[in-house]
T-cell receptor, first 113, second 115 residues
Framework: AQSVTQLGSHVSVSEGALVLLRCNYS??????LFWYVQYPNQGLQLLLK??????LVKGINGFEAEFKKSETSFHLTKPSAHMSDAAEYFC???????????FGPGTRLSVLP | DTAVSQTPKYLVTQMGNDKSIKCEQN?????MYWYKQDSKKFLKIMFS???????INETVPNRFSPKSPDKAHLNLHINSLELGDSAVYFC??????????????FGNGTRLTVT
C-alpha cells in the first residue's frame, strides 16, 4: 500500500528565507506525485506535479520540487518566502492505476515578518 | 466561473438529522470524489465515481451514500448524523481517463458541524 509522510507538521520561516517542506513516499512502483496548497477556509489548489518527464518540477508561485527515487522523496522548496505563502501544504501520491490519491498529513507553513 | 462548486458552504445540524451536500463541476471531468478533512487537517478519500459508476468506496459508515445523477454531479447524503461526522467535506474532480497523473481539482469545502 502506498503512503505519504511529511516531516514536520508545522514549519516557520522568516520572510525572504528558504522554504523547505519535506515529503517521502512509500510505494512499490514509481508513483505520480503532487503538491497542493490550502489557504484558510478554501479548497486545495495544485502547486505542481511530477509525472516522470523531469525530476525537477517547477510550479506556481515560485515553488519547485525535486523527485529523488533513491530517497523516495519529493521535497518542496521556494528560495524566498513571502507572507502570502502562509498556508497548509499537502503532498500526495497516485499510482498508475485507478484514481486513488493518498495525501500526506500536511505541513502548516508560517511566515514571520 | 467556479470549476468545482459545492453547497452549502456551512452546515450546522443536530445529531440524528439527515443532510445532503451537493457538488457540481464544469470542467468536463469524468471522475469525481468526496474527501473528508478532520480537525487535524488529515484528508481521507471517501468515494470516487467515474462516469457515474462507483469505483472507490473506502471504509465509510453506510450512513453515507453518494449519488451521481450524471458525470458533472456528485452529491453526498448523510443519514442519522453523529457528532463524529463533524468535519470539512471536499468534493473534487479529475480526468480519470487521462491517467493517474491527472490532478484533482477541489471545491471550497462544506464545513459540517453536528451538535
Amino acid at each position: 500500500a502506498q503512503s505519504v509522510t511529511q516531516l514536520g507538521s508545522h514549519v516557520s520561516v522568516s520572510e525572504g528565507a528558504l522554504v523547505l517542506l519535506r515529503c517521502n513516499y512509500s510505494s512499490s512502483v514509481p508513483p505520480y506525485l503532487f503538491w497542493y496548497v490550502q489557504y484558510p477556509n478554501q479548497g486545495l489548489q495544485l502547486l505542481l506535479k511530477y509525472t516522470s518527464a523531469a525530476t525537477l518540477v517547477k510550479g506556481i508561485n515560485g515553488f519547485e520540487a525535486e523527485f529523488k527515487k533513491s530517497e523516495t522523496s519529493f521535497h518542496l522548496t521556494k528560495p524566498s518566502a513571502h507572507m502570502s505563502d502562509a498556508a497548509e501544504y499537502f503532498c500526495a501520491v497516485s499510482l498508475n492505476y485507478g484514481q486513488n490519491f493518498v495525501f500526506g498529513p500536511g505541513t502548516r507553513l508560517s511566515v514571520l515578518p | 466561473d467556479t470549476a468545482v462548486s459545492q453547497t452549502p458552504k456551512y452546515l450546522v445540524t443536530q445529531m440524528g438529522n439527515d443532510k445532503s451536500i451537493k457538488c457540481e463541476q464544469n470542467l468536463g471531468h469524468d471522475t469525481m470524489y468526496w474527501y473528508k478533512q478532520d480537525s487535524k487537517k488529515f484528508l481521507k478519500i471517501m468515494f470516487s465515481y467515474n462516469n457515474k459508476e462507483l469505483i472507490i468506496n473506502e471504509t465509510v459508515p453506510n450512513r453515507f451514500s453518494p449519488k451521481s445523477p450524471d458525470k458533472a454531479h456528485l452529491n453526498l447524503h448523510i443519514n442519522s448524523l453523529e457528532l463524529g461526522d463533524s468535519a470539512v467535506y471536499f468534493c473534487a474532480s479529475s480526468q480519470g481517463d487521462a491517467g493517474a497523473n491527472s490532478p484533482l481539482h477541489f471545491g471550497n469545502g462544506t464545513r459540517l458541524t453536528v451538535t
